[in-house]
């Protein structure tokens, strides 16, 4: 599959780039190359590392091959239109930002598969289920982890009813028992239900999940698997699934968690700063949750919050392969709602710990692992603004043959990406087949979105959780409350 790609990348470049400048190009791909053998080196020794080398900013190296195509451009005279040089740049970022990644992800899963997967003894787990209005999708969550294989001595769960105004007390009440509690108060916000479960157990491992996610019967040995393998690990995170592929706009955020969010956790492993456990599945080692102060109502995004104040206090954070299936949203209204509460909770927590930014002391956090959230926060978003602008100029000025090019280029390079990604994760590959909206569409929307929450979080305006309407209660009522107030 690599030799196929390369060498469709350099056929595609041939056709519309001038010899010199496809040179140029294949001189800065070459490199990226050089870099990717690296990243794997030093994932692979990141223990052996000197100090000072895991605080260089990740800036320093993407900037290279920039720079030196530039001297190049310069020193052999290349006339090129502003444009074309706008989409090459645009190339070459996305191919840093992806094809850097994905083939990372790949050695993370062969490295993950060859681990050794014995456990002497299996740690008592404390299962914390915080729950609003999350009738009709509590007690499937329940259900999945009491048939989970895992000791049932060895297993608690506490369901936290945060003031629920529907049956949700009442439908996890129906499962209490030995194994089971359920506690209920007033409605506080997520992290204050997380916080009060924690209240209500001495477990040294916790794991959260959301009430509205299944996990897979192996999912807590793998949790507990990751865990062990990695002494100095503070957290786990789960491997999210989209449960109901049922529809266009559903089987696109399918796609949408395999190639930008999985394989990125996968990749950020092999250093130990995954950025976020999120709140569907996570295993906590319950002394790194009190060495922070436990969850903090200072974002809507607390399980972010979290995990990067874990990270600052100099603990790892790593990816499992532990299933868990969670419904996404099935409108577009309900998709612009759910997203706009996550980029403005991404955006508050990034601003809240900006002094990693200019912190070498935070490590690999402070070089890698926030450099690549302002990339993809901030700069790809505003990007993909100029590009669609420099492409509609294109059209304007009649250069539709070169801007047909160019997306067929993009799009090819997608869907092999989304092959592989797909791949790692053993998901249906029928799901490349939504990787053009990759390019045209539906990240144009996300992008949307995401500039919205920029100026909202600038303007602090309406900072409330934006929770999607849940597919089984609009089965149920003709309304339903949609604020999970925070």
Request: hydrophobic share 50%; aromatic share 10%.
């Amino acid at each position: 599959m690599t030799v196929a790609i390369v060498g469709g990348l350099v056929i595609g470049l041939s056709y519309l780039l001038p010899v010199r400048l496809l040179g140029v190009v294949l001189a800065v791909a070459s490199m990226t190359a050089v870099f990717y053998l690296s990243s794997v080196a030093i994932a692979h020794y990141a223990d052996a590392l000197p100090e000072w080398a895991q605080t260089v900013p990740i800036w320093t190296t993407l900037a290279l091959p920039f720079t030196i195509a530039l001297v190049l451009i310069t020193q052999l005279n290349i006339a090129i239109p502003a444009l074309t040089l706008v989409l090459l740049f645009a190339l070459v970022l996305v191919f840093f930002y992806y094809w850097l990644v994905v083939p990372l992800a790949l050695y993370q899963r062969l490295r993950e598969q060859a681990r050794d997967q014995s456990i002497d003894s299996w740690p008592e787990l404390s299962v914390l289920i915080p729950a609003y209005n999350e009738e009709g999708y509590v007690g499937r969550t329940i259900e999945s982890f009491l048939a989970a294989d895992y000791p049932d001595n060895r297993l608690e769960l506490i369901v936290i009813d945060d003031g629920s105004s529907d049956n949700t007390y009442e439908e996890a009440l129906a499962y209490a028992s030995e194994t089971v509690t359920v506690l209920t108060k007033e409605n506080g916000g997520k992290h204050s239900a997380l916080n009060h479960g924690l209240a209500h157990t001495d477990a040294a491992h916790i794991v959260t999940v959301d009430a509205d996610s299944v996990i897979a019967p192996d999912a807590l040995r793998k949790l507990v698997r990751s865990l062990k393998a990695n002494p100095n690990a503070g957290a786990v995170a789960g491997n999210v699934k989209v449960a109901n592929r049922d529809s266009f706009i559903t089987r696109l955020q399918a796609l949408e968690y395999i190639v930008g969010i999985n394989t990125f956790r996968r990749t950020f492993d092999l250093l130990g700063v995954v950025t976020v456990v999120p709140g569907c599945l996570g295993l906590f080692r319950r002394e790194a949750i009190e060495s922070v102060g436990r969850y903090s109502a200072d974002t809507i995004t607390e399980d972010f919050d979290l995990t990067i104040e874990l990270l600052k206090h100099g603990v790892s954070i790593h990816h499992s392969n532990a299933i868990v299936s969670t419904e996404v949203p099935d409108t577009w209204r309900d998709l612009y709602r759910q997203r706009l509460r996550w980029f403005r909770g991404n955006f508050q927590t990034v601003l809240k710990h900006r002094t990693v930014f200019v912190d070498p002391n935070f490590g690999l956090l402070h070089s890698v692992g926030f450099p690549y959230l302002v990339l993809s926060m901030s700069v790809l978003p505003v990007l993909g603004v100029i590009i669609l602008g420099v492409i509609l100029w294109l059209v304007i000025q009649g250069s539709l043959s070169q801007f047909l090019g160019l997306l067929g280029l993009f799009i090819l390079l997608q869907v092999l990406l989304s092959l592989l990604a797909i791949r790692i994760e053993n998901d249906d590959l029928w799901l490349a087949r939504y990787a053009p909206l990759s390019i045209v569409g539906y990240k144009q929307f996300l992008d949307g979105v995401l500039l919205k929450s920029v100026v909202d979080v600038f303007t602090h305006d309406d900072l409330v959780w934006t929770g999607p309407e849940r597919i089984r209660q609009r089965e149920q009522t003709p309304a339903a409350d949609d604020q999970f107030e925070d």
